[in-house]
């Protein structure tokens, strides 16, 4: 059975309703699923979708292409919507110096206050990273980041694997680990501890090999665990077992998360 740590369930194929976008997943073997917001109107649909659905919870945060509108208002709304029992995680949150969408002061910022949020709150963390590897680990290093932290949409280098399993944080690959031109990735990917790996979809986004360049959803994950699974030469079966057993120890998802 599989989980899809990372979606963005009310972007799924707008024409459809959630329902049947889940119910197309649980076909597919997809037992549990993390929906996950980008600003606050996001992240109360996320906790609305969640509340919803069976074996659907919820991330809720600021993405740092809106961390502008990181105001101290909006986060003390962010604690009330994050305080909801369906919520399992803060995020998602980091830097992002490939678009630079905000300031990287208000990046910056809005990251440090979320990682307090979800140690305050006891909460997994979820970490947008891209091209800013360095002032990530700084950031998490200087503000203690919680045990429970992953990696979403890992994209980083070796180095990255190699600090992420110095401290227990999880990485959670997507589609593009599935691209056979992603040599870097890939590579990051085969030296990711088994048990510090998880899998997403980024759904509808970074559909994997071959709805490469199509919209995603989260009955695609089974292709990043096929990719995983190659990559560290075992099972099929065994790597979904262990993304989902992780999946649950991350976000202290219940036993029934995987489809007992």
């Not at 972007?11 to 889940?22: F, M």
């Not at 678009?99 to 949020?117: G, M, T």
């Not at 227990?168 to 990051?188: C, D, E, H, I």
């Not at 993304?243 to 202290?252: I, Q, V």
Request: glycine share 6%; hydrophobic share 45%; aromatic share 6%.
């Amino acid at each position: 059975m599989y989980t899809d740590t990372h979606c963005h369930l009310p972007l799924v194929d707008g024409d459809e309703p959630v329902e049947t976008v889940l119910a197309r997943a649980r076909e597919a073997g997809v037992t549990a699923f993390v929906t996950v917001g980008v600003d606050l109107a996001s992240s109360a649909e996320a906790v609305q979708v969640a509340a919803g659905f069976d074996q659907v919870w919820a991330a809720v945060g600021i993405h740092p292409h809106n961390a502008i509108e990181a105001t101290d208002h909006v986060l003390g709304r962010l604690k009330v919507v994050a305080s909801h029992p369906q919520v399992v995680a803060i995020g998602e949150t980091g830097l992002d110096y490939f678009r630079d969408h905000s300031p990287r002061i208000r990046q910056e910022e809005a990251f440090r206050e979320q990682i307090r949020l979800a140690k305050e709150l006891d909460k997994a963390l979820v970490i947008h990273c891209r091209d800013a590897q360095d002032d990530v680990l700084a950031i998490l290093t200087d503000e203690r980041a919680p045990e429970r932290t992953v990696f979403h949409c890992f994209s980083g280098d070796e180095h990255l694997v190699g600090q992420c399993a110095r401290h227990g944080w999880f990485m959670s690959f997507a589609g593009n680990v599935t691209f056979k031109n992603a040599p870097g990735l890939r590579a990051a990917a085969a030296a990711a501890p088994v048990e510090l790996l998880v899998a997403e979809t980024d759904a509808p986004y970074l559909s994997p090999h071959p709805y490469r360049g199509k919209p995603n959803e989260p009955a695609r994950v089974r292709f990043v665990v096929e990719a995983l699974a190659e990559l560290h030469d075992i099972p099929v079966e065994e790597m979904a077992e262990h993304t989902s057993a992780n999946a649950r120890r991350l976000f202290r998802l219940p036993a029934s998360a995987n489809g007992t």
